[in-house]
């Protein structure tokens, strides 16, 4: 796994051991930051459920301002930092070792402009993390949850509207925003 542009492009990356975790595909994140474009620059990112810190770190090599990264595994925050600190952003970082739960609590109100969330499959852990995060996103922000094609996400989810959906393979990547009233 790899930066694909950016500041720290070609940069391998470090990834968890074992089947507990599934980093997203190269040629998957390509598309998603296809999609995206060049809407990054002066980003505050949230990665939530962050397993390696992939998309984070990407977001930061194409310009985001910051990204807070999240992770319940302690493994998986020792590699976000090995990650971290192989890119050379821990001024342009926040690793927190808790609970999806538990970290949106911390934050601040309308802080986040785009949200990535890659919880493991099959538990429902992003929808209920999406519609736990009224409070902490901007008007204008983007959700993008990446889920197996076994789950099932709605089109509507508290607020939020899905607005986009791609499939590769057994994943599907959906893009949410703050529904228009």
């Known amino acids: 796994m790899r930066i694909i ?10 990834t968890l051991k074992g089947d507990n975790t599934r980093p ?5 994140k390509e ?3 296809n999609i995206l474009g060049n809407k990054l620059d002066d980003l505050i990112v949230l990665d939530l459920f962050a397993g390696s810190g992939a998309l984070g770190l990407e977001s930061l090599s194409r310009g985001a301002k910051f ?7 302690k493994e998986a925050i020792d590699i976000i ?6 890119c050379r952003v821990e001024d342009k970082s926040e690793i927190l070792n808790n609970n999806f739960e538990i970290a949106l609590e911390k934050f601040k109100d309308n802080i986040f402009d785009l949200v990535f969330l890659d919880p493991p499959y099959g538990k429902d852990l992003g929808v209920q993390a999406i519609s736990k995060l009224k409070r902490v996103v901007k008007d204008d922000v983007i959700i993008v949850l ?6 099932i996400v709605p089109d ?3 607020c939020f509207e899905r ?5 590769y393979g057994r994943v599907i990547i959906s893009f949410y925003r703050k529904a228009v009233l």
């Open 81 to 86: 930092k090995k990650n971290v600190a192989k």
């Open 24 to 28: 997203t595909l190269d040629r998957v």
């Open 163 to 167: 607005y986009d959906s791609r499939k």
């Open 31 to 33: 598309s998603v930051f």
């Open 156 to 158: 509507t989810i508290d």
């Open 146 to 151: 990446e889920t197996d094609s076994i789950d």
């Open 5 to 14: 542009s950016g500041k720290c492009r070609g940069l391998n990356l470090s």
């Open 67 to 73: 990204c807070y990264f999240v992770d319940s595994s």
